[in-house]
């Protein structure tokens, strides 16, 4: 069995309260689950959710031992992993893996940044478990028992990868947070910044990036994909902020054959009411034009690839 | 052997190299204003070869193994994003830990600039005029603008040593590599060749570093990049346009412009054109001089 599980859903920041009850307060965390295998995508807040249910189910089988796959080091993709309690647990056996952005910084020193006095009561070094740490970049990974994982580098503004996992033939994709490559030089020769070499270049390679994501969806069996803002929020202010529109999400995914696609990394400021009513919106939209079907992540759901 | 303790301390070097002092302060502007656009990001970095350097080596270790080697700045920036590259430039543009006021260098860092940017806007021209594809230009730009990459750590790590080596140059009435390898066991293409490997720099980037002395010799594949770096660098000597220590230039043999298929007088008509891009470049930097 192939699933995944949503423990965070959320863009940002945490946001409890009665307005995100149905779709979920918790920063990104994702447990795939691949027969006995356990991976993890993120520590957002939601991981601590995971850890408590890790703690009453799994441990019963034996020691944890799990990957986790970090998308980015932005501050409500790992905020999570001090309150992960398998770390504290001697026997437990984690591999994180992530992108950083300089070679002077490592993952482990991001990371166990937060688990240091001035942040928390307890020091990375204090910890129960056996953590790896394994900076990666645009890679292919084995990761044992038929499972891989496949990254692609998407558009934020720090180095974020994308992970496309696949297990018995099936496939599951995350890309957030992300938005389209686009050219970020000009390209009207009358602007004064106008230089025509970058003009083209810039092109070419939003072009070739754009391309390199659409293969990396091609007909995933779960898309899980980065829709924080509408087309008419993104175009009126939220260029460069690295979010992706709904209506680029559904499009993408139509045109690469995914089956579902999860709407993911949802704006702090939406209500489930919004939610809701967007993800009406988009369901009717599509339908009877495409096989795809659609819907707002929700947390604690699980999904079987 | 001389040699071996030359490169122990070359190599020492070029692990925190910083970019030089003639841009350093455009560079911290421009990084640190958060209103910095795309292409003034791009015009200081490819003003700098230290800078570009190593945001292509960014590049290049964020894609190893795809393949391709990406030489193209705009598309480092497209790819890893404005900030990572502004961040990357900030880390680079610091203060030369070497740079003590007092102490005397054999060549001058901001004639060095000069010289280096010459050259690499000089083979773009040359690759236009070539007919070279416009994609592949900008592989020769990074060339010319890198091609003399090793003297830094010579200049900077070996401050006395090098001192005597152009003191030799001068009496000897050599050029300034066979010097090099004379006094310091140790020429300024192998000292980038250490650069280029710290860097992750290989294919044409890397051959000009190594071979834009000994191009007649030269078997890769990356011939033309190779000889138009030279024929460049030649160009850049000969105008007098910025200064990088060599006084007795070595001249490029007729056939290497045969080999180019290009004319040696096509050299004339670029000398108001490169002049007008280093116009560019000190206006830019708002440098007096």
Known sequence: MFSLTIWGDRGSMPTPGPDTVLFGGNTSCLEIRANGRLVIVDAGSGIRQLGDKLMREDIKKGP?????????????????????????????KLRIHGPITYEEDTLDKIFGAQLSYRYWPVRQEELGAKIEYEQIK???????????????????????????????????VTAYDTEPFRNVFPTDPADPQYDADAAREG????REENEKLLRFYRGADILVH?????????????????????????????????KRLLLFHHDPNRSDAELQELEIFYQERVRGKTALELEMAREGRTYIA | MPGSENIRRVREYVVGMPSLPTTVTKVLEVCNNPKTSPIDLDNVIRLDPVLMG???KLINSAYYGLGTQVTSLARAIIMLGINTVKNLALSTAVVDRFSDKGAFR???????????????????????????????VEEYFAAGLLHDVGKIPLNNALPDEYVRTMALADRERLPLFLAEKRALD????????VVAESWKLGGAIADAIAFHHTHESYRGDHGDVVRTVAVANYFANREGIGFSGNLFPD???????????????????????????????????????
């Open chain 1, 226 to 258: 980065d829709t924080q803002y509408t087309a008419k929020e993104y175009v009126a202010s939220k260029v460069g902020w690295g979010h992706s529109s709904f209506e680029y999400a559904v499009n993408a995914a139509h045109r690469t054959g995914v």
């Open chain 1, 138 to 172: 645009e890679t292919t990974m084995d990761l044992g028992g038929g499972l891989t994982v496949q990254t692609k580098y998407l558009n934020h503004p720090i180095l974020c990868l994308g992970y496309r996992f696949e297990f018995e033939g099936k496939s599951i």
């Open chain 1, 64 to 92: 944890i031992d799990a990957d986790i796959f970090v998308t980015h080091t932005h501050w409500d993709h790992i905020m999570g992993f001090p309150m992960f309690t398998p770390i504290y647990v001697p026997g437990t």
């Open chain 2, 186 to 193: 140790l020429d300024h293409c192998e000292a980038g060749r």
């Open chain 1, 203 to 206: 092109e070419e390679a939003a």
């Open chain 2, 251 to 289: 001249k490029p043999g007729p056939e290497v412009y045969g080999l180019l298929d290009m004319e040696k007088s096509w050299l004339e008509e670029l000398e108001a054109p490169v002049a007008a891009e280093i116009e560019k470049a000190k206006v830019f930097l708002k440098l007096t001089h």
């Open chain 2, 106 to 136: 054999a060549i001058n860092m901001d004639g060095f600039w000069r010289h280096s940017l010459c050259v690499g806007v000089t083979a773009k021209l040359i690759a236009r005029r070539r007919g070279v594809d416009p994609k592949a």
């Open chain 2, 54 to 56: 190593r945001v292509l």
